[in-house]
């Protein structure tokens, strides 16, 4: 399994982007996806997760009502779009897929140890 994730970059504050998270998983849509990001010193936090079939999204409350997590399974790739984009949005983003189950019961896809695997980071910069 591998993940390539995309799209980071440097942008001004209120700005938007748009990543993407490219797998070479033979059976993608059995694959519950996640979007985590981290600072350097700092753990790695959730920031989204989205089921099988996309039709429940999680995400962590503070990019609620900002960040939209999406997926095509014909192409194999999940994507987080990124608005009104916050200097404190700036950190390595990495996505996640996850063989353990579907949907977040117990907030279990909140935790990156239900991960087994994970894309390389990109990088987003928010300037403010």
């Known amino acids: 399994v591998q993940l390539q994730a995309s799209g980071g970059g440097l942008v001004q504050a209120g700005g938007s982007l748009r990543l993407s998270c490219a797998a070479s998983?033979?059976?993608?849509?059995?694959?519950?996806m996640g979007w985590f990001r981290q600072a350097p010193g700092k753990e790695r936090e959730f920031v989204a997760a989205?089921?099988?079939?996309?039709?429940?999204?999680y995400y962590a409350d503070s990019v609620k009502g900002r960040f939209t997590i999406s997926r095509d399974n014909t192409k194999n790739t999940v994507y987080l779009q990124m608005n009104s984009l916050k200097p404190e949005d700036t950190d390595v983003y990495y996505c996640?897929?996850?063989?353990?189950?579907?949907?977040?019961?117990?907030?279990?896809?909140?935790?990156?140890?239900?991960?087994?695997?994970w894309g390389q980071g990109t990088q987003v910069t928010v300037s403010s």
């Open positions: 998983i033979p059976t993608f849509s059995r694959y519950m």
């Open positions: 996640a897929t996850s063989t353990n189950g579907n949907y977040c019961s117990g907030n279990r896809c909140y935790n990156r140890g239900w991960y087994d695997y």
């Open positions: 989205i089921t099988r079939s996309g039709d429940i999204r």
